[in-house]
């Protein structure tokens, strides 16, 4: 791991602990504290593992090029939650300015995870690319449904505030987190394909 993802790594978990343990009332109204720190530490351990779940074995082919992708992963990861992180921490509060910051990061996100996860796809367990994009797209696209009814599911039982726009205005907000979601998609679907010529033509150049 570079330094920028243990100092982040080390960022959540501190800040989750202080989250868990500091009285609420010391925290601005907005922030759903606790629920923050337990994700705040749900984060660190994700960056953390998860991309060790696919390194490849030290005797597999082409095992350096295999883990490659697993950093990419986690490079993919620390920015996600990183920038979650800022959001709660007070960025998606600019919509009261005229920016929704996280319409930004849900297109943000679904296109860096559309263009990413085909190259792990293909080059650790070698899915053809037409295959690794569709697969991609699609587990993109779900993750962002399924991430909205999360969301709801979580205001409703643990009584936070993350559906909709700290609460308001719930299904307009979540139509166009939708909507970014299919848009992020598919434009990193397209970034994906000339991507893919422009290292194919690098690589036959050297």
């Known amino acids: 791991m570079n330094k920028f993802i243990k100092a982040l790594i080390y960022f959540l978990l501190i800040g989750g602990i202080i989250l868990l343990v500091f009285p609420v009332r010391w925290f601005p109204s907005f922030y759903d504290v606790r629920y923050m720190g337990w994700m705040a530490l749900a984060g660190s351990a994700i960056i953390f593992f998860l991309p060790g779940l696919i390194f490849a074995p030290k005797k597999a082919a082409e095992t350096s090029k295999k883990n490659r992708v697993a950093l990419w992963l986690q490079y993919f990861l620390a920015f996600t939650f990183a920038a979650n992180a800022f959001g709660d921490l007070g960025l998606y509060k600019l919509y009261q300015y005229g920016f929704e910051f996280d ?35 699609f587990t993109v696209v779900v993750f ?26 719930i299904s307009a907000d979540t139509k166009a987190d939708l909507l970014f979601d299919f848009l ?5 679907v397209i970034s994906w394909v000339y991507l893919r010529k422009f290292f194919a033509e690098r690589e036959k150049a050297r």
Do not use: N, Q
């Open 103 to 137: 319409k930004a990061l849900h297109f943000l996100i679904s296109l860096l995870a559309v263009i990413i996860l085909p190259f792990v796809l293909g080059e650790r367990w070698k899915i053809r690319p037409a295959y690794a994009v569709l697969i991609s797209f």
């Open 144 to 169: 962002g449904v399924g991430w909205e009814v999360y969301e709801y599911l979580a205001d409703l039982l643990l009584k936070t505030h993350i559906s909709g726009v700290y609460g308001l205005d």
């Open 184 to 188: 992020g998609s598919a434009t990193g």
